[in-house]
Structure formats: C-alpha cells, structure tokens
C-alpha cells in the first residue's frame, strides 16, 4: 500500500462549487503540505502543517483553506471553484529531524478540472 | 531573480551519453539541497540529496558551489529509464521563519533516445 495516498484521483467540477481534496498518510510523519503543480510553472506551496495544531499559508493561499483532522489525514478545499485553480494537485509528508536533510514523500496527485 | 532556476530543456540525448544539468538559487541561507525526478504524470521523488563535498550515487554526481549559488546534476551513461523531468530543490528560510520548506525549479526535461 501506498504511503501518502490522495482521493479523489480526478475530479471535474465547475465554476462555484465547493470541493475537498484528501490526503492520508501511513508514514508516521509530523508535517503535512499541499502543492499545485502548473504546466511551465513547477510545483508550488499552497498550506502546510508542522503538527495538528499547526496551519501555516504557503505561496498561493488565496482561495484555499485546509484542515488538519488528524496526524495522518491533511484536507485542502477549495469553497468557491474557479477555472484557474484547474492544475495537479499534490500532498506531501516529511519528518525533518534536528540537522537532517529533509525529504518529502509525495502522493500521487488528484487532477482537478474547473469548467 | 527567480528562486529557484533551472534550464527548462528539453534535453534530448542517445542512450550512453552524459548529460549535465545547471541550477541556480537565489536566497544564500538556504542549507539543503536536493534533486527530485519526476516522471510524465506522475509525483515527484528525490533522487539525490546534495552537499557541500560533492556526492555520487552510481551514474549520478551532484554538485554544489555555495558561493556562486549554482548546483548541479551529472548523469553518466545515460538509460532509457533516465527520461524524466529533474527537478532542483532548495529549502526556503522565509516561510513564516518556518526552516525545512522546499523551493522548487521548474524542472529541466530529459529525453533519452535509443
């Protein structure tokens, strides 16, 4: 079984609607980011979190919101859909311990498509 | 200046050959390095960490020159299986003061022929 998985895969919906986009993880891991990944644009920070407790905006916040339901679970929900918001969306998980090197370990990516 | 910089390629290389990819940073507190592959459609994977003396992992050589802010990836007898699109990574210092974020370059394309 996959480490960080992300549900829905695909997901098409239009202008307005509100939707969710989940990711679990099985690694154990403290901290939690959300990226969208734009073609000719690279992948960028959208929120992360360092603990349940713990929500921080990334780059490009403005129309997303996040929970943190537990260590394992990070949701990011977009409440008002745009067309600009269609891209590759990824979760990620890391465990940066004192003076490591910190690695992220990606989940598969949902697609989402705004009409 | 842009954070992260990559050449976007695509590199388009036969099987065998060596192939060498350039990155430059801007913020010159950041401390980790890295390189991430990133195959068509799929998610990012590290693929090496970088430090300061140079490392080497098989076919790969990744190298860092703190002053000029450059990094670099060296693959060696090139495969197939290398077509991907590599990614330079950097850690952010200024996200909330939070350490260990992750910049990302947009990724240069490789391509390996047969």
């Known amino acids: 079984d996959a480490d960080v998985t992300q549900t829905p895969r695909n997901r098409i919906t239009k202008t307005g609607k509100r939707i969710m986009l989940e990711c679990s993880q099985t690694k154990g891991h403290d901290r939690m980011y959300w990226y969208r990944q734009d073609p000719g644009l690279g992948l960028r920070l959208i929120y992360y979190s360092f603990d349940v407790k713990d929500i921080n905006k990334g780059e490009i916040s403005d129309g997303y919101s996040v929970s943190r339901q537990a260590q394992a679970k990070f949701s990011l929900s977009l409440e008002s859909a745009i067309p600009n918001q269609t891209a590759l969306y990824f979760c990620a998980t890391s465990d940066f311990g004192t003076g490591a090197q910190e690695t992220q370990y990606f989940g598969p990516g949902t697609r989402l498509l705004v009409l | 200046r842009k954070e992260v910089e990559q050449d976007p390629g695509p590199f388009n290389v036969p099987e065998g050959a060596t192939v060498a990819f350039n990155c430059t940073y801007s913020?010159?507190?950041?401390?980790?390095f890295f390189w991430y592959r990133q195959d068509c459609r799929k998610e990012p994977k590290l693929l090496m960490s970088v430090y300061s003396s140079g490392n080497e992992d098989g076919r790969f050589t990744a190298q860092l020159n703190r002053a000029s802010q450059y990094i670099s990836l060296l693959i060696r007898d090139s495969k197939l299986s290398d077509s991907a699109t590599y990614l330079c990574?950097?850690?952010?210092?200024?996200?909330?003061?939070?350490?260990?974020?992750?910049?990302f370059g947009k990724g240069t394309k490789l391509s390996v022929k047969p």
């Open positions: 990574v950097v850690t952010a210092t200024n996200y909330g003061g939070s350490q260990g974020n992750l910049i």
């Open positions: 913020n010159s507190a950041s401390q980790s």
